[in-house]
């Protein structure tokens, strides 16, 4: 076969390539996104609307592991593992919200290290979550949360073999305790505050009580 046969017929496959790559960024991009606008979905309480845009993202993946068939190297990419990262994200963090239990990655059709990223990423959300209950007074749900981040970070800290095979995974948990030290502080403040103008309401009350039996 004459070289310039195989060379015109790599050439053709590249530029096929290509084109596919792009379509794929295209795909990956706005699977990230509709995992970003879950999220927040979820922090607002939206939950099946949050569940309506990661359909959408299942479908955007199920596209590529059609496309992959062709071309198996798109799907160890950057943007596509960053796509899974955030998918699982979201899908764990309005799980362990509406269930209080964890989907598993196989469930989730995404790789196990993406899954253990986006997992490690959870802690920042539920930081969030604690301090908008912090803002409406609401302390039982900011212990819940901080109980969550600490669960999280325990179990991804024993996996002493996953430090050295999932790239990312250490400077992820050494953020994630910086999140938990800050948010135990901030709930502690919060729970002493609340404990403080319970005991000021009681004693209030007791007093008044006081008087009105002085009165009589």
Same mark, same amino acid.
């Given at each position: 076969?004459?070289?310039?046969?195989?060379?015109?017929?790599?050439?053709?496959?590249?530029?096929?390539?290509?084109?596919?790559?792009?379509?794929?960024?295209?795909?990956?991009?706005? +699977?990230?996104?509709?995992?970003?606008?879950?999220?927040?979905?979820?922090?607002?309480?939206?939950?099946?609307?949050?569940?309506?845009?990661?359909?959408?993202?299942?479908?955007?993946?199920?596209?590529?592991?059609?496309?992959?068939?062709?071309? $198996?190297?798109?799907?160890?990419?950057?943007?596509?593992?960053? +796509?899974?990262?955030?998918?699982?994200? +979201?899908?764990?963090?309005?799980?362990?919200?509406?269930?209080?239990?964890? %989907?598993? $990655?196989?469930?989730?059709? %995404? $790789?196990?290290?993406?899954?253990?990223?986006?997992?490690?990423? %959870?802690?920042?959300?539920?930081?969030?979550?604690?301090?908008? +209950?912090?803002?409406?007074?609401?302390?039982?749900?900011?212990?819940?949360?901080?109980?969550?981040?600490?669960?999280?970070?325990?179990?991804?800290?024993?996996?002493?073999?996953?430090?050295?095979?999932?790239?990312?995974?250490?400077?992820?948990?050494?953020?994630?305790?910086?999140?938990?030290?800050?948010?135990?502080?901030? %709930?502690?403040?919060?729970?002493?505050?609340?404990?403080?103008?319970?005991?000021?309401?009681?004693?209030?009350?007791?007093?008044?009580?006081?008087?009105?039996?002085?009165?009589?």
């Amino acid at each position: 076969m004459l070289l310039s046969s195989i060379l015109d017929e790599i050439q053709k496959h590249l530029l096929k390539r290509e084109e596919v790559w792009e379509a794929v960024k295209q795909d990956m991009r706005r +699977a990230t996104r509709l995992s970003k606008q879950a999220i927040l979905l979820v922090h607002k309480e939206k939950n099946r609307d949050a569940r309506e845009l990661l359909e959408e993202a299942k479908r955007l993946f199920s596209k590529l592991r059609d496309v992959s068939k062709g071309y $198996p190297d798109l799907i160890y990419t950057g943007i596509v593992d960053s +796509a899974f990262q955030e998918y699982a994200e +979201a899908w764990t963090f309005m799980g362990l919200i509406e269930k209080d239990g964890f %989907v598993h $990655p196989r469930e989730l059709g %995404v $790789p196990s290290t993406s899954y253990i990223l986006g997992l490690a990423d %959870v802690v920042g959300e539920f930081r969030r979550r604690t301090l908008d +209950a912090i803002r409406k007074g609401n302390v039982s749900i900011a212990e819940d949360c901080l109980q969550k981040m600490e669960h999280v970070y325990t179990e991804l800290s024993n996996m002493d073999e996953g430090y050295l095979l999932v790239s990312g995974l250490r400077r992820k948990c050494d953020v994630a305790r910086h999140i938990i030290e800050s948010t135990r502080g901030d %709930v502690t403040i919060e729970a002493r505050r609340s404990s403080l103008e319970h005991s000021i309401a009681q004693l209030e009350k007791a007093i008044r009580r006081r008087q009105k039996g002085g009165e009589a």
